[in-house]
């Protein structure tokens, strides 16, 4: 799976690469119903809001994750538990067992 992550994200890394060497002019931004515009490099307005909607999607399957993840502690905590009550429980038998042995 590793592999697999490492073969898509390498040539979208390259191609990112060479999008932002090749377009290093600038350009104006209008922010319109404001008085006043900024300059920035081509690449910069194409790849950050990529880059802002990259983090917010992970962002928001993070916090949709969330109640999984909450089962997922309470279900491990409980198997932990009836893990423990089984140990004590083959300790009593086993007490029980040599108790009842006859020496």
């Known amino acids: 799976m590793r592999l697999i992550g490492w073969i898509i994200s390498l040539p979208l890394a390259l191609a990112a690469v060479v999008f932002a060497v090749s ?7 209008d922010l319109w119903p404001l008085p006043f515009g900024i300059e920035l490099p081509a690449y910069l307005a ?8 990259l983090l917010a999607g992970a962002g928001l399957g993070w916090l949709s994750a969330a109640p999984a993840r909450r089962r ?6 409980r198997a932990e538990q009836a893990e423990r009550h089984a140990d004590d429980l083959a300790r009593q038998v086993d007490a029980a067992k040599t108790a009842s042995t006859p020496s």
């Open 23 to 29: 377009n290093r002019q600038d350009i104006h931004f």
């Open 46 to 53: 194409v790849l950050g809001p990529l880059a802002l909607g």
């Open 72 to 77: 997922a502690r309470q279900q491990h905590r």
